[in-house]
């Protein structure tokens, strides 16, 4: 696998596979795949593993599987697959069964024996391990009729869960690197263009420029070196999308930088993932590997005379490499910091050479554009975003996990429909949508659709795709605390008013959630973040104000009540606790006293739990574990 490493400007890596496959041959091997995995008497276990799977115990479930297997001699009967995120993330170690569709959840290696006993040899699923509608408390057995997966329209997702993603052939027959065919053999750069430009597809990364007028850019400009780059350096808290593509989809975006690649005349591709991700790096370097063996990648690719070849770079997880010259500059060996624009990559970008960037769910999104149709993916969304969109979902939400949604649906029915609502029935507060740099919608937005105009209208933006869902609990300046500590931590420091502007608001939003504001705190920082999104020189600092911004819109009141009442009307900024028991609301459960790591509470059965306020160090592991929100 190459990863960290470079060919250099102007080497195009040629001379080292020359490819004899075509496409007769890879529709041979397509046909002879898709009878594998619709053998009819053969069962498909596939079990989830994906990163968030293996933390839970996925591994040991796939090795007691096979184990159990080669022991019941039903190696002939049974195909034990290991496939990418399942994306139920919340529900893992995930198990579905082919024929039949049937969902399991939550196993762990012990339960292994029983399914394969009651349902592989008996033919009767176990109920015990099906999933549970929290409303209607039934007992559901088939995957696609679980709210969480049957209101997804999964396009970029496709293969999730379906294939083995270390598996070439499981991509073939699902209609892989027939796209390429068709673009390789059948259209023109031109064409390849237009055909993308009439999708409407706009980039998944964040700023959501149209994708067929940043390739036709590239391919108009000069140069007899061009690159194609893949950004996977995902940096946002709480998102994995683009993870997830790679550990459960590699090919799909191979295949996407492969027609990027043939639109504007580029030999030379990269891949920018951060270090931080391990399996999709592995995944992603043994779909090269395979793809290079079949000569879908290298020369004289599918014997049309077009060369592609593909590098993986390792970032050291900097979040500003995520910006596109920062990752440019990364990858030429230098700082990764953000570069003056104009220039534009598409004329001056990697080595001062034509350079095409897009993430991971972009070119995901490629292949299927060109399998299907342009028309059929404009079909999908709406009038300004059109396909579909992936977000990340995290936070006080029911059902975290991976989703992906046409374009248009709205906040209401992600966390609802989909995910189930919020965590413990409280009451929901705000999403943040876009990331760091994103904005905190309320309760009274939750009806805007997922689209990049209403988004930025609602006061947040797309991003890349990651939602954290809020409660009652959750301090809404804290919040903005939050995330621009991370964005100040994460500013390269190349331009004035991110390096100190960051700086000093962080500490203002500090002084407030320690009870220490000042009249005119408000104001300050508002005229600060105006000043540092117009006068910074990247998409970083340019961006980083808004959950500022987007609290101070609709939780105005909060910061007012920490600066004039030195209190915090969420009981989450510690210093402003005052940690009693609101007698009226307490139910007398006794759940705070055994949850006190210094037994400060004392209770009696039917009695009103009192807390020690001497003994107390408000540590607020009762004010967490509280359902009532009987502790401030």
């Known amino acids: 696998m190459d990863c960290g490493g470079w060919t250099g400007p102007g080497n195009t890596g040629k001379g080292i596979f020359m490819s004899k496959f075509t496409v007769a041959e890879l529709n041979a091997v397509q046909e002879k795949a898709a009878a594998v995995l619709s053998e009819p008497d053969v069962f498909h276990l596939m079990v989830c593993g994906g990163t968030g799977c293996h933390a839970t115990g996925s591994i040991a479930v796939v090795e007691r599987l096979r184990e159990d297997v080669a ?4 190696q002939d009967k049974v195909r034990v697959i290991e496939t990418g995120c399942n994306g139920f993330c919340a529900m893992g170690p995930i198990l579905v069964v082919h024929p039949g569709d049937i969902f399991y959840q939550k196993l762990s290696a012990d339960d292994v024996s029983v399914i394969i006993d009651e349902h592989i040899i008996n033919g009767k699923p176990v109920e015990k391990y099906f999933y549970k509608d929290p409303v209607s408390k039934a007992k559901i057995a088939e995957q696609d009729d679980i709210p969480f997966f049957a209101n997804q329209m999964p396009r970029a997702l496709r293969n999730k869960g ?4 270390e598996s070439i052939d499981d991509y073939i027959a699902r209609d892989g690197y027939q796209a390429v065919a068709k673009a390789l053999h059948e259209l023109s750069a031109d064409q390849i263009i237009e055909e993308v430009k009439t999708s409407g597809l706009r980039g998944r990364g964040g700023a959501g420029f149209p994708a067929g ?19 996977a350096d995902e940096g946002d808290p709480g998102a994995f999308m683009d993870r997830s593509i790679l550990e459960a989809d590699p090919h799909a975006v191979l295949e996407g930088m492969i027609i990027a690649a043939k639109a504007i005349n580029a030999h030379p591709g990269y891949v920018y993932a ?26 004289n690719i599918l014997d049309s005379g077009f060369d592609f070849h593909v590098e993986i770079y390792q970032g050291a997880g900097a979040f500003v490499c995520g910006e596109e010259t920062a990752l440019m500059a990364s990858i030429e060996g230098e700082r990764g910091m953000s570069r003056p ?18 993430n991971v769910e972009t070119f995901a999104n490629v292949s299927y554009i060109f399998y299907n149709g342009a028309e059929w993916f404009n079909s999908i969304g709406t009038e300004g975003t059109k396909g579909t969109k992936i977000f990340a979902l995290t936070g ?16 209401k029915e992600v966390i609802y429909d989909v995910c189930g609502g919020i965590l413990n029935n409280r009451k929901f507060k705000a999403v943040q949508a876009g990331g760091p740099s994103g904005g905190c919608l ?19 933006m797309m991003g890349s795709g990651g939602l954290v869902v809020m409660d009652e609990t959750t301090c809404m300046v804290d919040i903005a605390r939050f995330f621009l500590n991370f964005t100040r931590v994460e500013s390269c420091g190349k331009c004035i008013p991110c390096r100190i502007g960051l700086k000093i608001m962080l500490e203002i939003l500090e002084r407030i959630t320690q009870g220490k504001g000042r009249e005119g705190d408000i104001e300050l920082l508002e005229d600060m973040a105006y000043d540092i999104k117009k006068s910074s020189l990247c998409g970083l600092g340019q961006t980083a104000p808004n959950p500022v911004l987007s609290t101070i819109r609709y939780f105005r009141d909060e910061y007012e009540t920490h600066i004039k009442e030195q209190e915090c009307p969420s009981h989450s900024c510690k210093p402003l606790l005052h940690f009693r028991v609101i007698e009226e609301k307490c139910k007398k459960c006794g759940l705070c006293p055994r949850v006190c790591p210094v037994d400060c509470i004392a209770w009696e059965k039917g009695e009103v739990a009192v807390i020690d306020r001497e003994a107390c160090t408000e540590c607020t592991s009762c004010y967490d574990a509280c359902r009532f929100m009987a502790i401030e």
């Not at 940043?214 to 400009?221: H, L, P």
């Not at 309760?443 to 006061?459: C, F, H, Q, R, T």
């Open 442 to 460: 309320p309760a009274e937005a939750l009806d805007a659709e997922v689209d990049y105009d209403s988004l930025i209208k609602a006061g947040a």
């Open 396 to 411: 006080k939400v029911k059902h975290t996990g991976l989703v992906e949604v046409p374009a248009g649906t709205t906040m």
């Open 162 to 165: 379906l294939i083995d993603p």
């Open 213 to 231: 007028m940043k390739w036709s850019f590239a391919k108009g400009s000069p140069g007899d070196v061009k690159y194609v780059l893949c950004n």
């Open 274 to 299: 951060r270090t931080e991700y391990p399996l999709a790096i592995r995944r992603l370097g043994i779909a090269i590997e395979q793809a290079r063996e079949r000569g879908l990648i290298g020369d």
């Open 341 to 358: 624009r104009p220039p534009f990559p598409a004329v001056r970008g990697l080595w001062r050479k034509p350079t095409n960037i897009n």
């Open 71 to 74: 022991q019941k001699g039903l």
